[in-house]
């Protein structure tokens, strides 16, 4: 199987003093430790899931994939070349096969351009295509995504949730991509909608032979489009799998409370044999010692509030990041 | 013997805007009974917000109660005069709103907003103004250990900002229980919270209504929030009730097409290889809607007869549906 992206070490820390006198006088030492040493492969024409809850650090990841923010260290390998060491050139000529889908529909899109300025504008920064060529491309696109060339000349608030994200995914697939960051592209929409865009997403993928990397914190839609899926908790991967891994033998503890939190439909599952968590997430500003889980963790010991466990492969193809399960760890009951 | 805390017959409640006359609620009535857990499901549009602020007295202009009638322990709240809905609302009926830190007020303290509520409701605090208020402060230090903040003494005098999502729900729900209500209206309150987080928090609430006998009104659309929570379930749709019964009932075999569209929208983690099936289309304008049924545009089964006014009927043991021809598709049964 070749990898599409290969991600090594990546960390993107933050500057959290405020203000040019905080900058000048400040501590030093306050930066929010977004995402904290990922590595990450996704295969060509695959979907990798990433779950995590608000604030992980899962957005930063996805961005930082496609140096929207730039990476603090790290190196990101997209077919072959190391894109953190491309210059300004480079990366835009890079960025063509490299796209994003952000969460918010209303935000994303410029509300004083009409559909049809916003989906061709990437051909025009990119100087691919003009005049009548220009329009073809933008209708047929438009078309691909359920849309029609009567939507040309109307503005983004004349549309629902559910169309503003279908322009979001034309505006980014017009480009002809390899790679989508799909940012929670189903979060902000009603269910009915949800699943309209996520078949879009999977026809789209199927169609044009797509690599995702699918954002979202709802682990149902993250099991429903993955191929496999990566566990995000404090700027850190806790567990990585084949989907069907991950989900029926999840070895984090982390992972295995997501998962026990989901309500289901079923009668069959009690609510009451739950394992719930105590309290929020550590702040990333002044994450906590050893194991970044351990201050929530159920089963947590001596050694998780000392030493980080390092992400170890367990099988063939699934990996956790807990002492637990760690071959050289103590063996517990997890 | 039944006890009905709440009965709403045929409310309708309309906005009048330049676009003309939306009628948000469209003849909803229910009942709920004391110590019962009713969750209203809907998308976007569907009324269940405007209901329950119509049950509360807070519809504002350009909104009115058109028409119908909402009591709660046999008396009449529609056309209730404002000084007597405040002496009612946050004492025997309270509401949560779904954004907490847009619900809080950013300028006072914690402690001072659940103060407040108990100064203006709880005739049980004797003695001066100050002496009251010191009780007061006592109470409102118990509803914040209730609703596990943890070290509330220390955290008593923070500002809404201070806290996380989690956490400010759970002040929200403290100010709500403040004078232990005998109805607990709860909008979307988990929609804005991580799933870790959601289980607190409802687990909070059915912990709550146990012990004090409340009953409570979970507006959601998470239908498996709903399975887990709620005794029965209304299901709305463009401002009227489409579906209601127990919830396992209406679950595991769902009569109205919409229903059934909406069980079958959503991923689920007990059975990833079965295909989601999107509803087709979009929720109608609620303006100037035609004397149709509401979700003919996007039903499969729709047929001529369904342009008309359609009423709920029988389909069950305590269930009603919105449909001419409900039941599972193919097999007809009702």
């Known amino acids: ?334 | 013997m039944r006890d009905t805390v709440l009965q709403i017959s045929d409310l309708k409640t309309c906005f009048d805007t330049r676009d003309g006359m939306v009628t948000a609620v469209d003849g909803v009535s229910l009942s709920l009974n004391r110590g019962e857990c009713l969750g209203v499901v809907g998308e976007s549009g569907s009324g269940k917000s405007v209901t329950f602020a119509s049950v509360m007295g807070l519809i504002k202009k350009p909104g009115f109660i058109a028409n119908g009638s909402i009591t709660f322990e046999k008396r009449e709240l529609v056309g209730l005069d404002p000084t007597a809905y405040r002496k009612l609302r946050g004492k025997e009926i309270a509401m949560t709103m779904q954004d907490a830190l847009t619900a809080l007020n950013p300028a006072y303290t914690v402690s001072n907003q659940i103060i407040e509520v108990l100064l203006a409701h709880d005739d049980t605090l004797t003695g001066s103004r100050k002496a009251k208020r010191k009780q007061a402060r006592e109470q409102a230090l118990e509803m914040l250990k209730l609703v596990g903040i943890p070290s509330p003494e220390s955290r008593f005098d923070d500002y809404p900002h201070q806290f996380s999502g989690g956490m400010r729900q759970r002040v929200m729900i403290a100010i709500a229980l403040a004078c232990k209500p005998r109805l607990l209206i709860a909008d979307e309150p988990t929609t804005a919270l991580d799933v870790t987080i959601q289980a607190q928090v409802l687990e909070l609430i059915a912990g709550i209504r146990e012990k004090l006998g409340m009953s409570v009104i979970l507006i959601t659309h998470d239908l498996g929030v709903v399975a887990e929570y709620c005794d029965n379930v209304v299901v709305m749709y463009a401002g009227q009730i489409v579906e209601r019964g127990p919830t396992h009932a209406v679950i595991a075999n769902p009569q109205h097409p919409y229903t059934q569209g909406l069980l079958n929208s959503i991923p689920r983690l007990s059975d990833l290889a079965r295909r989601i099936e999107p509803i087709k289309g979009t929720v109608p304008e609620l303006v100037n809607l035609p004397a149709q049924c509401r979700f003919m545009d996007r039903c499969t089964r729709a047929r001529p007869a369904c342009k008309t006014h359609i009423a709920m009927q029988d389909c069950g043991p305590e269930r009603e549906v919105r449909c001419l021809f409900p039941g599972t598709p193919g097999g007809g049964d009702v």
Request: charged share 20%.
């Open chain 1, 1 to 334: 199987m070749s990898d599409l992206l290969r991600v090594t070490g990546l960390v993107k820390h933050f500057d959290a003093r405020r203000g040019v006198f905080g900058r000048m006088l400040g501590n030093p030492g306050i930066l929010v430790q977004a995402v904290n040493g990922v590595d990450l492969n996704i295969g060509a024409g695959k979907t990798l899931g990433l779950i995590g809850e608000s604030g992980c650090g899962k957005s930063t990841l996805g961005r930082a994939l496609l140096r929207l923010h730039e990476p603090t260290s790290g190196e990101i390998s997209f077919d072959g070349t190391d894109i953190t060491t491309l210059d300004a050139t480079a990366l835009k000529a890079m960025r063509q096969r490299m796209q994003i889908i952000f969460q918010d529909p209303y935000a994303s899109l410029n509300p004083r351009r009409t559909v049809g300025e916003i989906v061709a504008k990437p051909l025009q920064i990119h100087k691919l295509a003009s005049g009548s060529e220009l329009k073809d491309r933008v209708v047929s696109i438009l078309n691909r995504v359920g849309l029609n060339s009567s939507h040309l000349n109307r503005y983004p608030h004349q549309f629902s949730g559910g169309q503003r994200q279908r322009i979001g995914i034309a505006r980014a697939l017009i480009m002809n991509p390899k790679f989508v960051v799909c940012d929670e592209p189903v979060s902000a929409l009603d269910v009915s909608i949800q699943a309209q865009i996520i078949e879009l997403l999977d026809d789209l993928k199927q169609e044009l032979g797509l690599t995702y990397l699918f954002i979202s914190h709802d682990i149902s839609v993250i099991g429903y489009v993955s191929d496999r899926i990566a566990v995000m908790y404090m700027g850190k991967i806790v567990e990585e799998g084949e989907t069907s891994e991950v989900l029926e033998n999840p070895m984090h503890p982390y992972t295995k409370a997501l998962l026990s939190s989901v309500p289901h439909l079923e009668k069959s599952t009690t609510r009451r044999d739950r394992i719930r968590l105590k309290g929020d997430l550590p702040s990333p500003i002044n994450p906590p010692k050893g194991c970044k889980f351990h201050t929530r963790c159920p089963l947590a010991i001596d050694i998780c509030r000392q030493k980080e466990p390092a992400l170890e492969l367990l099988n063939g193809t699934q990996s956790a990041a807990c002492h637990l399960t760690s071959a050289d760890g103590p063996k517990g009951g997890v």
